[in-house]
């Protein structure tokens, strides 16, 4: 695998660029501070701009750690921010990745994030040299799994009942994808 961090990646519609601080506002209105978003993701909803003023730093800080590969994804047309995409966990002994995710809500439906997921596919795969790249989303979330299927992963397996989704207030299960070199 290659340590080459994150690098500004593009599509028609799309860049992927490193996150910065002047992007929290964009981050707040248009997604940590979205209710349909935070109900499909492992952390809470922002308050306050602040809060996303202090995620953006965070963020911002974490790019001087080896293997950080973590985009915000701007929409061209508009030059706005509409989500963002990292490789959440990496791992270097395995060379896999387990990729990240979230859009806001008002830009769902629209192949963002089926675009957004095969440049990131692309670039672990082919100039990163991961072997594999995975995610997971809950069962209760069946849009997130049709992005990875547009995107070219395969369906690898279902952890019955093995997260908890606040929004429902029941147990779904974790449905996982993944693609590999090959």
Known sequence: MKDIGTQTLESKRLILRKIRQEDAPFIFKNWT???LVTKYVTWDLHPTLQTSEEYALYK??????NFRFDWIVELKDIHEPIGEIEACKVNIKDRTVEMGYCFGSSFWNQG???????IFIHYMLNQVKVDKVYARYMSSNPASGQAMRKAGMSYDATLKNYAYDEYLQKRVDLIYYSITRS
């Open 33 to 35: 501070h979205d209710p």
């Open 112 to 118: 963002y994030a089926t675009e957004a997921l095969q």
């Open 60 to 65: 911002v800080k974490r790019y001087s750690e």
